[in-house]
């Protein structure tokens, strides 16, 4: 496989709070991956406009033949990231994992609440909340993707798969990106929740 190393072969865009941090940490030690040292670049959403070229910096020590990556789950709420990515690289590898919805507010609100900014008196009026609920509307943001993407571009995978089977899961994850499955690790087992 030619890739190159400066347009991202695969992102995963989320959904946060669903492995995204220990997907990383597998990866990056995957001798035929290279990502950016910080999982998040944020590109699509945050930083756009610093433009393509300071996104394609991102990835200039990758070596020749690498399979290079994109980690950033907020991609998944932003509306306009899909078509971002898209006109950046129409053939890139789309990446998601969905987890249980309640499970997900739950993740999310004690984080906020770690950090100090819980909006949200008790976990039940987070998740009742409309800030809450649109994080989880799975449907509604992978619409842009479907609209923007061919559906063998997109993998989707659940969180339950992750930590029933991080093998299998993974052993998904490089099939869709263009590598072997067997990758042995020993971050494998050590699901970051």
Same mark, same amino acid.
């Given at each position: 496989m030619t890739v190159s190393s400066k347009i991202p072969h695969f992102i995963y865009?989320?959904?946060?709070?669903?492995g995204s941090t220990w997907l990383f940490e597998v990866l990056r030690e995957h001798p035929d991956v290279f990502l950016p040292a910080g999982k998040e670049l944020q590109?699509?959403?945050?930083?756009?406009?610093?433009? *393509?070229?300071?996104?394609? +910096?991102?990835?200039s020590q990758a070596t020749a033949g690498c399979v290079t990556g994109d980690i950033s789950p907020e991609y998944f709420l932003h509306p306009d990231?899909?078509? +971002?990515? =898209?006109?950046?690289?129409?053939e890139v590898r789309i990446l998601v994992c969905l987890r249980e919805p309640i @499970?997900?507010?739950? /993740?999310?609100?004690?984080? *906020? =609440? &770690?950090?100090g900014s819980v909006s949200h008196e008790s976990l039940d009026e987070?998740?009742? &909340?409309?800030? /809450?609920?649109? +994080?989880? @509307?799975?449907?509604? *943001? *992978?619409?842009?993707y479907f609209e923007n993407f061919r559906r063998d571009q997109i993998l989707i995978l659940f969180f339950d798969?992750? &930590?029933? @089977?991080?093998r299998s899961f993974i052993d998904k994850v490089l099939n869709h990106i263009g590598l072997p499955a067997g990758y042995e690790s020993e971050k494998l087992s050590q699901i970051i929740w």
């Open positions: 865009i989320g959904a946060p709070k669903a590109f699509f959403d945050k930083y756009y406009e610093n433009g *393509l070229n300071w996104y394609f +910096r991102q990835f990231a899909a078509a +971002r990515i =898209r006109a950046a690289n129409p @499970d997900s507010m739950v /993740s999310w609100y004690y984080q *906020l =609440r &770690s950090i987070y998740i009742v &909340s409309e800030a /809450s609920n649109s +994080r989880v @509307d799975y449907g509604t *943001l *992978l619409a842009p798969e992750l &930590s029933a @089977d991080p």
